[in-house]
């Protein structure tokens, strides 16, 4: 049975609101705890109006009070934004809230250009080198190993479960050597998934928090009644992907029938590439292609992000893609 859990970015419609990204986003989380998924995980970006996710730490309280088992966490916390304190401080009371459901995903890319550097006062370029040193940190506060001269309360003691995010084979080798679980953002980074997983495993080394590799990867995923309905849905997706690599990035659109015959080669092998790692079909579709990928990554988990415009399409995906695989 392969384990599914979903990767949200409280996606907001061009003509929705954030209210109305945020209570969608409950309704989701809901609905994923209802069908059997594991965990609900929460995107961090900042300064994009498509995306409701900037204080992700809030918005898990939000979800968390919407649910009432579903494991609910960051996929992932941008670390150099932040300083390891606070960001011990605010899981340690996600867990005082909801306790033995809080997951601290931590990635090292700020995800963020120099105008949000200077809006969150940080250096970011000096922040990401000490990425390594400020997950040990991080972890410390939270679990009293090794002991600090100062207590994160709340936060010492809590029992919240970190994993390593990644795209490339850095993430890859920390998670290895820190014995953490290693989550791979091949849903828009495939390239290095094969690599990197080898060296997590094969370097891996075990902690009291962990005793043997744990892997999950991501996928793009958008399942309907037919093939040719959830490729429709997924246009919505893929012209928010060319609005941001053209740098004209904004709400979430409609879907648009035919959407790939109407761009450029350049602009169609960029989704294509950024797709491998994805499942849009009809339920058989979507468990073959799942499958597939579980197998060719020997995943632990498999984790599925893919907005719709529509929320009750998105709802409904969900739903089919466990049916079929489950």
Avoid at 10 to 27: C, H, K
Avoid at 35 to 55: K, L, P, Q, S, T
Wanted: glycine residues 8%; hydrophobic residues 45%.
């Amino acid at each position: 049975m392969i384990k599914l859990s979903v990767l949200d970015l409280v996606t907001v419609r061009d003509t929705g609101t954030v209210a109305e990204a945020l209570a969608d986003s409950a309704a989701l989380a809901q609905i994923a705890e209802a069908a059997g998924y594991n965990r609900f995980w929460v995107a961090e970006h900042h300064a994009m109006d498509g995306v409701a996710g900037g204080a992700t730490s809030v918005v898990l309280a939000h979800i968390g009070h919407a649910t009432r088992t579903i494991r609910i966490g960051s996929g992932g916390i941008m670390l150099p934004n932040h300083n390891p304190f606070v960001i011990a401080e605010q899981f340690g009371t996600l867990d005082a809230l909801f306790p033995g459901r809080i997951d601290l995903g931590l990635g090292r890319a700020p995800g963020a250009d120099l105008r949000i550097a200077q809006a969150l006062r940080r250096d970011l370029a000096r922040a990401s080198e000490y990425f390594p040193q400020d997950v040990v940190e991080l972890r410390a506060l939270l679990t009293g190993t090794p002991e600090l001269p100062i207590r994160a309360t709340p936060g010492l003691g809590a029992q919240v479960e970190m994993w390593m995010l990644g795209s490339s084979t850095f993430g890859a080798q920390l998670a290895a050597m820190l014995g953490m679980p290693y989550a791979f953002a091949s849903h828009f980074a495939p390239d290095q998934l094969d690599a990197a997983l080898e060296v997590y495993r094969r370097t891996f080394k075990p902690s009291q928090w962990l005793d043997k590799p744990h892997v999950m990867a991501a996928m793009t995923v958008i399942c309907a009644d037919s093939d040719q309905e959830a490729q429709v849905l997924g246009t919505s997706m893929d012209q928010a992907f060319v609005a941001l690599r053209t740098g004209t990035p904004g709400r979430f659109k409609p879907p648009v029938p035919g959407y790939r015959q109407t761009l450029p080669p350049s602009q169609l092998a960029m989704l294509e590439h950024m797709r491998q790692a994805s499942a849009v079909g009809s339920p058989a579709t979507v468990a073959r292609e799942i499958t597939k990928f579980a197998e060719r990554t020997s995943a632990d988990e498999i984790i599925v992000s893919g907005a719709t415009y529509d929320p009750a399409a998105r709802c409904r995906s969900l739903e089919l893609t466990m049916k079929a695989l489950h």
